[in-house]
DNA sequence: ACAAACAACCGTATTTAATACGGATAGAAT
DNA sequence: ATTCTATCCGTATTAAATACGGTTGTTTGT
């Protein structure tokens, strides 16, 4: 596992608030050559610590601006059946994210759906369709806030 | 609110699946020229359809392996008081995302801690010495998955 | 019906960024 | 001391982004 000091967690900090932005405006930014900054950017890739980069798409303006979180309970939730439903759930084109998890519920699924209607024959007529799904309840999501700032709990200072 | 057509939807598409994509390959794989993947791209960034582009940094590889979800509910749960919560746990370094909802909680806050010790002293020591934090409950996130074919619900043709 | 105005698309030329490569410096190992 | 390695950077080259203008086709107005 990669221990990362102050330049990466700078480079990583640049990036967050704009994945997009140019190699050239990071390395002002950290304080580097444009040089140093590419070779750090292409290490952090390949040591896996930077996955990738996802567009931030707004679901208003895409006809998608009801939002909920479905809090879903499996019957008999073997890994078998849990793989099977986070597969099938995960894929459907009103899901934008699925979390598996533990405690009183085995997933909660972030959906965005056109209206109030569309949502609840998402849970009626398409999850409850599902014979191991046991039981579902809806929050809806008035507001979704992400944390640009998501730093490494401990980074190593540079060596000078 | 913009309607888009198939083009702007292809080009979404494109970038959801690597936001830092090329302009010339996101054009390539639409099949228009770089020109208009440009102007369009540009046009949809103006509209507000694309609001950015965030980085998706490994968890695991900056020492913070450990998810959870949390919902809180609030003593009396006011305007003032849901928003004065909401910037506050926005902004911790352990959250990912803050979910503002209705239903039998107030917040769903995802974060992300180096162990489950660290978890508990956040539920135990940073939530609730929130005043008007009423209860917590901590659900373990062992898998987190994205769902990135975002579509718009609806599509017009391109005028051809 | 006709002309004007507009919208969508693309090609070319220019500007800017990304990349490859090699050199310099400094610390660690032998 | 010398070699090895890691880190950083400058320069030259390649590739992409951008600005601009031209073409086509559709809508608008008279």
């Known amino acids: 596992m990669p ?9 990583l900090a640049e990036l967050q ?13 950290v304080g580097a050559s444009p040089t140093t900054t590419l070779d750090r950017t292409r290490a952090l890739r390949e040591k896996g610590v930077i996955r990738g980069s996802v567009l931030d798409v707004d ?31 995960s894929s459907l084109p009103e899901t934008l994210a ?20 569309s949502l ?3 849970m009626v007529d398409r999850l ?15 507001e ?3 944390n640009d700032r998501v730093t490494p709990a401990n980074t190593r200072p540079r060596k000078d």
């Open 98 to 117: 699925v979390f598996v998890t533990s405690g009183q519920e085995d997933f909660i699924v972030h959906v965005a759906l056109p209206d109030n209607n």
């Open 59 to 89: 679901l208003d303006s895409i006809g998608r601006p009801v939002q909920a979180l479905i809090t879903v309970r499996l019957d008999r939730p073997s890994r078998a059946r849990i793989e099977d439903f986070r597969d099938w759930v």
């Open 3 to 11: 221990d990362l000091d102050e330049l990466d967690t700078a480079i």
């Open 17 to 29: 608030s704009d994945a997009r932005k140019t190699n050239r405006d990071v390395a002002a930014a």
């Open 144 to 146: 979704h806030l992400r």
């Open 128 to 142: 409850t369709e599902r014979p191991e799904v046991a039981d579902v309840r809806a929050s809806i999501v008035y």
């Open 120 to 122: 609840y024959a998402f």
